[in-house]
């Protein structure tokens, strides 16, 4: 197993509290990302994603605008969304857009697609919900066109066409990296290695393990169809602390009062102390401890199932920002270079 392993981190800019127990603004909470993602490139993190929604207990509808703001404030961080929902948005502006987030950090962008776990943005930029496989489809087509960096011809029903058209500005590089984010759905799996794009998995529940078929899968798709041997990477949850007890303690109630407000929405029914301990444990998906629990959980995930990436969900519903800092130094600290060190030791 390749020791080099990429360690990233995600956040979708949750809404937290400050020292009062007050919900921050929503700018003041990307303000506080944007040193998230400082303290990250001097820690020597390889990746920090943003995470795209527009609801009130996330602060970040627009990744690239604030990747923008942190690629001016950082030297080495490659920065990109996780993800950037394609089926409600228009290609050619996500490829302008991150294009130019490329220019301003001087070639260390990255765009993640994908259909997204939430659909508040459907109604809200006025796509039907019925198309919802449909509008993945032929933009994600439209975007791997793009993606060649010549004038384009496309034809599809859910946006106007294209005739040799011109779109600009175009990367000095010519190649935008471009990964496909999906949940699990072999469907999806095989659509990414038919367009040859990198693979990222949310795995937010479970055992990791029970991926693997789904990482065979996308390797024998891509020889399928012709393509190289392309990375797959993964995005989990997360929270590092100075012991295994105090991680728990500091997480639970924040990661429970988030997801039973969406599960509310969605019909489940409420978290229990149980079911945390059991995804913080050694077969779930949740890695949150100290730095060498969490770091020898990554290092298994990694080696399971062959990654080259594992990005860690560091935002905790309200958790507050001083907490997530200490978080980040932890994890950029002690975990990085631990993860790496056995999986050195495994080789």
Request: no cysteine.
């Amino acid at each position: 197993m390749d020791s080099t392993v990429e360690l990233g981190l995600d956040t979708f800019g949750d809404v937290t509290e400050d020292a009062t127990g007050a919900l921050k603004s929503a700018g003041q909470v990307i303000r506080d990302v944007i040193d998230e993602a400082v303290l990250a490139d001097q820690l020597g993190v390889d990746f920090f994603g943003l995470g795209e929604h527009h609801r009130a207990d996330f602060a970040v509808s627009a990744p690239e605008v604030v990747l923008a703001a942190i690629a001016a404030k950082t030297t080495r961080l490659r920065l990109g969304s996780a993800v950037t929902v394609l089926s409600s948005d228009d290609p050619v502006r996500v490829f302008q857009r991150f294009s130019e987030l490329d220019a301003i950090s001087n070639g260390r962008a990255e765009v993640i697609l994908g259909r997204g776990s939430f659909t508040e943005s459907f109604p809200l930029f006025g796509y039907d919900l019925a198309q919802y496989n449909e509008l993945f489809e032929e933009k994600i087509a439209l975007f791997a066109a793009l993606l060649d960096e010549k004038d384009v011809t496309w034809q599809g029903n859910t946006r106007a066409s294209l005739t040799n058209q011109a779109v600009y500005p175009r990367t000095d590089s010519g190649h935008l990296t471009t990964w496909v984010g999906v949940g699990g759905s072999p469907d999806s799996i095989v659509r990414a290695a038919r367009y040859h794009f990198p693979l990222v998995l949310a795995i937010i529940g479970g055992s990791p393990r029970r991926f693997k078929p789904l990482v065979d899968l996308y390797h024998q798709s891509l020889e399928s169809f012709g393509a190289k041997v392309l990375p797959v990477a993964v995005h989990s949850p997360g929270y590092v602390a100075a012991t295994d007890e105090l991680a728990r303690e500091e997480s639970f109630s924040a990661v429970k009062a988030q997801r039973d407000q969406i599960g509310a929405e969605r019909g489940w029914g409420p978290m229990t102390r149980a079911s945390f301990d059991a995804e913080a444990g050694e077969r779930g998906s949740f890695y949150v401890g100290s730095p060498e629990t969490v770091a020898r959980k990554i290092a298994s995930t990694v080696s399971a199932l062959g990654i080259s990436r594992f990005d860690l969900k560091y935002s905790v519903g309200r958790l507050s920002h001083d907490k997530l800092m200490r978080s980040i130094e932890l994890y950029g600290r002690e975990v990085i270079p631990r993860v790496r060190e056995i999986l050195a030791e495994g080789n």
